[in-house]
């Protein structure tokens, strides 16, 4: 079931699903049509990649027949929203899950694979060394965003997305592409893309399950607008869409799912 918002507010679609499982496969088959519409256009296709452990089955489909041949892996770069300040053998690492349950099947060219390098002891060093990643990939010159074809997002019970968390300066970086907040609630800092990073996306997929999002969701999609404590409202993509791939525990507090 989906609801669509009217045509003149932003691109916004909500999808509940029955399961993760259901969840994941709907999301899976996203994945392949905006690699194919973005390889068919230009031959490559750039996604954004989530940490976390909700898409863990995604990429696990993915990986696996019958959907592993549906995509040109060799045409695929991955890039990562955000990532833990620990190296990329960490247990925490989100570059180590994704290499785990995808990149370790699909085997795309290393030079595909666009990591945070979080393995510098500091955290903005590593931030400046992946937005210089960045500026070089898409060719951006100053004051240029670059436009990935897919970011997928998840969502934390506090509303963060990404490591953009409540009441962090983060919030409000209008001008860098990445950033290294200080996470105080975690005691750690954090490497991200910022909003405007995410926000020049063509198109933004959220999965978000598990009965413990289900009050951070109705406050992000029908509450009131307060991103220092929602931020995942900061993102609305400014000339693409947003969906919203959300399993029924997770929706469960919706009006749009009644
Ligand atoms: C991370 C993610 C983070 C995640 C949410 C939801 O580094 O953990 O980027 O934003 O998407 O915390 O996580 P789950 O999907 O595990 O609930």
């Known amino acids: 079931m989906s609801a669509q918002q009217p045509s003149n507010a932003l691109r916004r679609e909500i999808e509940i699903y029955n399961s993760v499982e259901e969840l994941s496969q709907a999301a899976a088959e996203r994945f392949i ?4 519409v973005a390889i068919r256009a230009r031959g490559r296709f750039t996604v954004v990649l989530s940490g976390g452990s909700t898409p863990r089955s995604l990429y696990s489909l993915l990986a ?12 695929v770069h991955f890039f990562w929203g955000d990532e833990r300040s620990v190296p990329p053998i960490h247990k925490d690492s989100n570059f180590r899950m994704v290499r785990e349950t995808l990149l370790s099947k699909v085997n795309p060219p290393p030079t595909n694979i666009h990591r945070i390098p979080a393995e510098k002891t500091v955290a903005s060093e590593a931030a400046k060394a992946y937005m210089e990643e960045l500026k070089s990939f898409f060719s951006l010159q100053e004051g240029e965003w670059p436009r990935f074809d897919l970011v997928l997002l998840g969502m934390g019970p506090d509303g963060h997305t990404a490591s953009l968390f409540p009441d962090t300066l983060v919030l409000h970086e209008a001008t860098s592409l990445v950033a290294a907040p200080w996470v105080d609630k975690l005691k750690s800092y954090r490497i991200t893309l910022t909003p405007p ?3 020049h ?3 933004v997929l959220f999965i978000v399950a598990g009965p413990d999002k289900a009050p951070a969701l109705r406050e992000v999609l029908e509450g009131s607008f307060r991103p220092e404590t929602y931020p995942a409202q900061l993102i609305r993509p400014l000339d693409g869409k947003i969906t919203w791939m959300v399993d029924r525990e ?6 749009t799912g009644k």
Do not use: G, I, K, M
Request: aromatic share 8%.
């Open 201 to 203: 996306a063509a198109h």
């Open 64 to 75: 696996t027949e019958p959907r592993f041949s549906r995509v040109d892996w060799r045409r």
């Open 197 to 199: 990073a995410l926000n």
């Open 33 to 36: 049509s905006a690699s194919d």
């Open 250 to 255: 997770a929706a469960a507090q919706l009006h």
